[in-house]
Nanobody, 122 residues
Framework: EVQLVESGGGLVQPGESLRLSCAAS????????MGWFRQAPGKEREFVAG????????RYVDSVKARFTISRDNTENTVYLQMNSLKPEDTAVYYC???????????????WGQGTQVTVSS
């Protein structure tokens, strides 16, 4: 059974940082491209960042480039999202999932975890 457990969210002020983690199990993590997505209130879920299974190829939505960094630890079956210079518009529930091995920005299934809330507010 695929399990994805996101953590690390919280309430921060604009300009601050957070590091999200996603612990994965139930599939071959080291062979899977992974991605982060987010859903703000009243909006559809959107792609944020993706990373290849190996070699660290990454892809980001334009709005987070140069501020967010996706990484992974295949020994720990965990994918991370380092978020710097956070803005109020980054407020959303953040989710991870397996993504397409070619585009890195499309979820490969509909198995979503509970997500982790990120709130950026002064």
């Amino acid at each position: 059974e695929v399990q994805l457990v996101e953590s690390g969210g919280g309430l921060v002020q604009p300009g601050e940082s957070l590091r999200l983690s996603c612990a994965a199990s139930g599939f071959t993590f080291s062979s899977s491209a992974m991605g982060w997505f987010r859903q703000a209130p009243g909006k559809e879920r959107e792609f944020v960042a993706g990373i290849s299974s190996r070699f660290g190829v990454t892809r980001y939505v334009d709005s987070v480039k140069a501020r967010f960094t996706i990484s992974r630890d295949n020994t720990e079956n965990t994918v991370y999202l380092q978020m710097n210079s956070l803005k109020p518009e980054d407020t959303a529930v953040y989710y991870c999932n397996v993504v397409s091995r070619t585009s890195y920005n499309t979820p490969s299934n509909d198995n979503w975890g509970q997500g982790t809330q990120v709130t950026v507010s002064s």
